[in-house]
């Protein structure tokens, strides 16, 4: 994994945030991502949202895209965790952060607490959370695969703890995405392009900008 800045600080207007190997896998965990909920709640919910099915070539199909999607988040949440597990580890700024959330949260422009690093504490919250649900998917997934080889009590648990957690992590999701976009404006270029303005840089992540040297 190239390192979030590669090169001597020059005076470029843009910085580069993301590598393309980092990209590639946060856009692919999108797309199995969407897929796995898709074509869970589709087939979860039959009656409200059966007409998904028919995309995923039918119920059996679904079934099988859904499991394989399953797969690829496990496998894509693993590979990302080792390249941020660096950038993404916890800190007392984070915590502050968390603390005052919603007034982050509410307010897309203000400028972000001088002690906000590579991510801010709210994306550093995120990101455990994808960690930490997609190893529980994989595992409820599983024991609802092989429903027929474990104990009903078990199956029981783990069909509803995967079900709770697919709504709670859709609606973390759709959060993810609003403050990629209109929630902190310039942050969906860094997933397109790789790269951040330096105003961006220096306003939204103060600490990385001065670590930067810039």
């Known amino acids: 994994m ?9 005076s470029a ?11 590639f896998l946060h856009w692919s965990l999108a797309v199995v991502y969407i897929s796995a909920v898709a074509t869970g709640m589709a087939l979860y919910w039959r009656k409200l949202l059966g007409w998904i099915l028919p995309v995923f070539g039918g119920k059996d ?3 099988d ?29 984070d915590s502050n952060f968390v603390r005052h959330l919603g007034e982050h949260a509410l307010h897309p422009g203000q400028p972000q607490p001088e002690d906000t690093g590579f ?29 027929k080889d474990v104990p009903n ?12 957690l697919g709504v709670a992590m859709t609606a973390g999701l759709l959060v993810h995405i609003y403050k990629a976009t209109i929630g902190e404006p310039g942050t969906l270029r860094s997933m397109l ?15 990385w900008f001065r670590d930067l040297g810039r």
Do not use: M
Not at 2 to 10: E, F, K, N, V
Not at 13 to 23: D, L, N, W
Not at 67 to 77: D, K, P, Q, R, Y
Not at 154 to 163: D, E, I, N
């Open 2 to 10: 190239s390192q979030p800045l590669s090169g001597p600080a020059d």
């Open 13 to 23: 207007p843009t910085i580069v945030r993301h590598s393309g190997y980092v990209r």
């Open 61 to 63: 199909f679904a079934v």
């Open 65 to 93: 895209v859904h499991f394989w999607a399953g797969i690829g988040l496990t496998l894509g949440t693993l590979l990302l965790f080792v390249a941020w597990r660096k950038v993404a580890r916890w800190s007392p700024a």
């Open 119 to 147: 991510f801010n504490g709210g994306q550093k919250l995120y990101f455990w959370g994808v960690v930490v649900t997609s190893a529980v998917f994989f595992v409820t997934g599983l024991v609802w695969w092989y429903r």
């Open 153 to 164: 009590s078990v199956y029981a648990v783990c069909r509803t703890t995967h079900r709770v």
């Open 193 to 207: 392009r790789g790269t951040v303005t330096r105003e961006w840089a220096r306003l939204r992540r103060p600490k």
